[in-house]
């Protein structure tokens, strides 16, 4: 099924079912015995492409974290084959913070998570200040100088320059992603950079979830939820 093919997979939403707060999201063993096999079926044409930072993925995943490539904060840090890239952390991104916490302690269900490369604004509990969380995230970013990304219920404000499809672009220049046929799978809005790349590099993506949740999306197939994902792999591992 994955015959010279690369596979990069987002996380959240993805792998695993996303939860009211970031930090209750585990991966059990049977998802990281599952990578395990996908990287050695595919000989290590295989990438974990998320928005949390690789310290919260290397703590998440455990040791086949060191193993796998991985890209964290949106494309703004990446580690494979034993080498690391990370960008400088501007102090905007802790300016950033402070300037949205006293917004976000009105409300008993959001909640501010400090990334490597980010400040997320999560809202899942309190749906209904979205519209007035959005509008002070794009004020603080253009104040500040940062790229906004919108997600499920969340929004970040993190280093510009980095994306997932930046992510892909990157290793698929790479042995032995080179020359491969690239497969995206992700859940949100995160991910359409994603699903352009490989688009643009004659791969597919694959959208997680109900049609037209996120709005348009540049996938080309479907998978209803992360137990469809989870049950794909395992046919492709096999």
């Not at 930046?166 to 991910?191: E, H, N, Q, S």
Request: net charge negative; proline share 5%; glycine share 10%.
């Amino acid at each position: 099924m994955l015959t010279n093919a690369s596979l990069f997979l987002d996380f959240d939403g993805t792998l695993v079912d996303l939860a009211d707060r970031p930090d209750e999201v585990v991966a059990d063993e049977e998802l990281r015995a599952l990578l395990a096999r996908l990287n050695l079926r595919l000989d290590g044409r295989m990438a974990v492409i998320s928005g949390r930072s690789i310290a919260q993925l290397d703590a998440i995943l455990g040791p086949v974290a060191q193993e796998v490539a991985l890209s964290g904060s949106h494309g703004c840090e990446h580690r494979w084959q034993g080498i690391s890239a990370q960008p400088h952390r501007p102090p905007t991104l802790d300016q950033a913070a402070e300037r949205i916490r006293p917004f976000a302690e009105r409300f008993a269900g959001a909640l501010i998570e400090e990334k490597s490369y980010g400040v997320a604004l999560h809202y899942r509990l309190c749906p209904e200040i979205e519209k007035e969380a959005v509008a002070l995230a794009w004020h603080v970013a253009r104040d500040l100088e940062l790229e906004l990304q919108e997600g499920k219920m969340m929004i970040e404000l993190r280093v510009p320059g980095g994306d997932k499809g930046v992510a892909v672009r990157r290793m698929m220049r790479l042995a032995p992603m080179k020359g491969t046929t690239p497969i995206f799978i992700g859940d949100d809005r995160t991910d359409e950079n994603g699903f352009e790349a490989v688009a643009e590099l004659g791969g597919a993506g694959i959208f997680v979830g109900k049609p037209g949740e996120t709005g348009e999306t540049g996938a080309q197939y479907l998978l209803e939820s992360p137990a469809a994902v989870r049950a794909w792999l395992e046919q492709a591992a096999a």
